[in-house]
């Protein structure tokens, strides 16, 4: 009886998962590691190159849901532009659901005022979004002794759906501190997959601020630095509220740190927003940077998530002044 309450609530869950997943973007636990996919703004904000791969499990106790990423971006100095490039593959529930995005950046800096410093950037995009109808398994067809039935609940007309997108931000930004807004999704594509009522992908809205607080700036080359960043992403995208908010702590080669991702206060419909609490560490020799997540579920999704596990690699190269830590987060 155990085993099929398992197994009838891990397909519940997988149902849960996947139904996010049509109306709502991927999410990372380690944004800063990987500022370009928060906004077009941070392409080329180490004033150098930047290589990057991600890659995420989520809920690792239930078999499927994945997301991969890799991107490149890179600070021109004489045109005081950043180009970048990135795609990202997620794969939710065994390959129910699936999505290919391609995405291309451009910002440009603008000095305002002596070390104060703004970025417009824009982002066009290609997505690819792919949908399994076998792999999907509704309540009506789960049988007394736990084994599955036929269903007519889903009938697709397509599986899969091709897209443009665009999006734009702002950054404004000092040495120590920056602050900014994204608008995603802006073209509000339809992604139904049926001839029914239309599901469209709302608009995303971020807002992230963070600022760095110096320990010891160290007095040479070889010198230990020590300082604490703050940071908070904010995003909203259309009934989905979300912040993160990460303290983390840098000495030299090394990082810690810890997060919480939810909204404590906003109960939709009398439930409770709440996601997860991060545990993140990390490291970088060479312009190479490593650093890998934890999150500890704290939604009502704890007995059956297992946590979600997220390593990203980073290479950062040409830039200007290494020794300046011009991007404070990682």
Known sequence: ???MLKRITAVLVTILVAHSAYSQDFLLSQPWAISSMVAPSFAGFNLGGRAFMTYRNQYSSLKGSHVAIAGYDQYFHPMRSSFGANIAYSNYAG???SQTEF??????TVQMATDWYF?????LGL???TIDPSKMIFADQIAADGT???TSSFNPVNTSVVRFDAGVSVLFYYKYFFAGLHADNLLGNKISFTDQAETTNPIKISAYAAGMIPISKGLGKYDAKDDVTIAALYQWQGQYHQIDFDIMYHRRYFMAGVGYRGVPFYTPEGLQNQDAVKLMIGGSVAGFSLSYNYDISVSSLVDVSGGSHEIVLTYRFME?????RSFFCY
């Open 95 to 97: 390959g129910m659901l």
């Open 320 to 324: 200007k002044a290494p020794n300046d």
């Open 1 to 3: 009886m155990k085993t």
């Open 127 to 129: 997505f690819y979004r």
């Open 119 to 123: 970025r417009p950037g824009l982002q």
């Open 103 to 108: 995405n291309i950046q451009y910002n440009y």
């Open 148 to 150: 599955f039935l036929p």
